[in-house]
């Protein structure tokens, strides 16, 4: 695609030359001989790029600057110095201007910066293009849901999204905690401005206040360089702190302080740094308890739980697994080449019988992992997990052929089952088989013996 340059500048020689030798280049070229035509132009033309003399009669460089500023005028301003005016070209920059060349300029530094220019607002573009993309993922649009109950939290979420006040996700693991937060982010008035995350359970505790406040250099042995903390990465956005429950308490009298004072202090430094951060943290664990325990600050807690969203496990909304079946199969088939790939009518039925205890997340896993199993266009019960093919414990129970209510024999059927699957999952080691059963190795044997399982 050709570019389009405008190149302002009162000496007609130099514009000529610049026309020229950037014809030759590719670009397309149009003349300015002062600022105030230069806007005129502007307004009505997209130029790529912009080469502006910085002295001129009517309207001058910097005016021009202002001007295409004040308009919103698309297009990267390269300044052009003579001697003397270097300083101003320098203030242009801060002002909006992309870049400057010093007067007498070679064809070479000319069509250098213009390359860089180029680059540089392809990147931003590419940018622009994934931060719509991220934000329409997040989008109330694409959510998949037609429980009542997640219909409750899409409606608090457009509720929490333009306030600053923290936010609290409560859920078991896999019910899509941190798509909650990022859906709070991106449909939020911060949309623009970064969303971070940071599972605090997953980093050492020696590591993790380095990590959210950062530290300056010295402050440790391996502390190199001066370095931003997360609350400082996050300025203007979000920041998700996962599994908070696992925060040590060492640190949460200092997380509790961030968010009384919106100030973090770097490791080793002397003063603090305002921060602009709206936090956004979640838990599957519950923090009463926690609380009790002495595990987890009270203060805290209510600092981080000014406002609250609980997300159902996905047992309690089983109206939603087909749904979530076909967006799955359509966003995995795409990927693994196997697009247009449909549920068996006996898999959807494993499926809808399914307790679910990992959620959402064991779904889609599940999901993924049978179109890479499966053959043809259809994913059958063959290609499931054997936890989905297996009967739950309860209907082994009641689907046993004697109809008597004895509690005893009951028990010998949950036992019977109970074995049976710990010796699937353990590959019949009968060893691990024990420790899953919580029994001695010598006990399994002999229940072995008296039920004749070999």
């Not at 037609?146 to 078991?172: T, Y």
């Not at 060492?250 to 003063?271: F, M, N, P, W, Y």
Request: charged residues 30%; glycine residues 8%; aromatic residues 6%.
């Amino acid at each position: 695609m050709t570019r389009r340059v405008l190149v302002v500048d009162d000496e007609e020689n130099l514009r000529h030359m610049l026309r020229a030798m950037l014809r030759r280049n590719g670009y397309d070229v149009d003349e300015a001989a002062d600022g105030e035509a230069a806007l005129s132009m502007a307004e009505r033309i997209p130029y790529d790029f912009i080469l502006c003399d910085i002295r001129m009669p009517v309207l001058d460089g910097p005016g021009f600057l202002r001007g295409a500023r004040q308009r919103g005028l698309a297009g990267a301003v390269i300044m052009m110095s003579a001697y003397g005016t270097v300083d101003t070209a320098i203030q242009c920059m801060k002002e909006g201007a992309y870049d400057y060349v010093s007067k007498p300029f070679k064809t070479d530094e000319v069509l250098l910066v213009l390359k860089k220019a180029e680059e540089r607002e392809r990147l931003k573009n590419e940018n622009r293009r994934l931060r719509e993309e991220v934000a329409r993922e997040y989008s109330f649009a694409n959510i998949v849901s037609r429980s009542a109950r997640m219909r409750e939290v899409f409606q608090l979420i457009g509720k929490v999204s333009d306030v600053k006040s923290s936010v609290l996700i409560l859920g078991e693991s896999g019910t899509g905690k941190e798509l909650v937060a990022r859906a709070i982010h991106y449909n939020g008035a911060r949309r623009a401005a970064p969303f971070v995350a940071v599972n605090c359970g997953a980093i050492p505790e020696n590591l993790l206040e380095s990590e959210l406040f950062g530290h300056v250099r010295g402050a440790f042995t391996d502390a190199a360089a001066d370095r931003r903390g997360l609350f400082e990465e996050a300025h203007g956005g979000t920041l998700f702190l996962d599994e908070i429950g696992e925060m040590p308490l060492s640190l949460q009298v200092k997380l509790l302080r961030v968010l009384q004072e919106g100030e973090v202090r770097r490791l080793g430094a002397a003063k603090p740094t305002r921060v602009d951060v709206r936090v956004v943290s979640a838990t599957a664990k519950a923090l009463p308890a926690e609380i009790a325990a002495g595990r987890f600050r009270e203060d805290l807690y209510f600092r981080l739980n000014v406002l609250s969203i609980t997300l159902p496990p996905l047992r309690e909304r089983i109206e939603d697994v087909p749904l979530l079946v076909g967006h799955f199969l359509d966003k995995h088939g795409k990927g693994l080449g196997k697009p247009g790939v449909k549920v068996a009518p006996e898999a959807l039925k494993l499926f809808m019988g399914y307790d679910w205890p990992g959620n959402v997340r064991e779904l889609e896993n599940c999901i993924e992992r049978g179109l890479i199993l499966c053959d043809g266009a259809t994913l059958d019960a063959a290609s499931l997990p054997a936890a989905l093919r297996s009967p739950p414990v309860t209907a082994a129970v009641f689907s046993s052929s004697d109809d008597s209510l004895s509690i005893k024999r009951a028990e010998e059927v949950l036992e019977r089952e109970y074995i049976r699957r710990a010796l699937e999952r353990t590959a019949g080691n009968r060893t691990h088989a024990a420790r899953l059963l919580e029994i001695s190795h010598r006990a399994l044997l002999y229940k072995l013996k008296e039920f004749g399982i070999e």
